[in-house]
């Protein structure tokens, strides 16, 4: 738990010391990372990242003309640096920014299974109001 339980992370873990599996929470706490590899990237969400680099290659002045070989390892590229700050094995780790988290672990002995990050409030939907058409409404109701 973090910042007074406004924040709350939980990883299954295999391998590795308390120490080790505090810092990982830690880590999910802080960067917010929504996959553990890209390995687990839905197929959709990677497909539709595909796309967006596409089209930003496409237009790309610098990339025209270049061969396709080329241009889908660029793809490949930047798809990849998208995702390594949602992926946690990916990203920097946060106690050394020399290390990545998948690094830390390998020198613990420690493995990530599982995690799940909650925030105070994240996924609670505002109700959208319309107030002139509510002030409207109970305008024409009092007519």
């Known amino acids: 738990m973090h910042n007074k ?3 709350s992370a939980l990883a299954v873990m295999s391998g590795g010391s308390e120490e080790v599996a505090k810092n990982i929470a830690m880590q999910i706490a802080s960067m ?3 996959y553990i590899s890209q390995a687990d990237v839905p197929a959709d969400v990677l497909a539709h990242e595909e796309e967006v680099q596409r089209k930003i290659i496409a237009e790309d002045p610098k990339l025209q003309g270049k061969p396709e070989k ?3 390892g660029i793809l490949k ?3 990849s640096k998208h995702f390594q700050d949602e992926c946690l094995l990916d990203q920097e780790f946060f106690l ?3 290390k990545k988290v998948n690094q830390y672990l ?3 002995g420690a493995s990530v299974a ?3 990050r909650f925030q105070v409030g994240e996924g609670i939907e505002k109700k959208e109001e319309d107030f002139a058409a509510e002030v409207a409404a109970q ?3 009092a007519k």
Do not use: L, Q
């Open 139 to 141: 305008m024409a109701a």
């Open 114 to 116: 599982e995690f799940i």
């Open 106 to 108: 390998k020198e613990n």
């Open 5 to 7: 339980g406004a924040i």
């Open 32 to 34: 917010r990372p929504s």
């Open 96 to 98: 050394d920014s020399k």
């Open 77 to 79: 590229g930047k798809v």
């Open 70 to 72: 080329m241009i889908a």
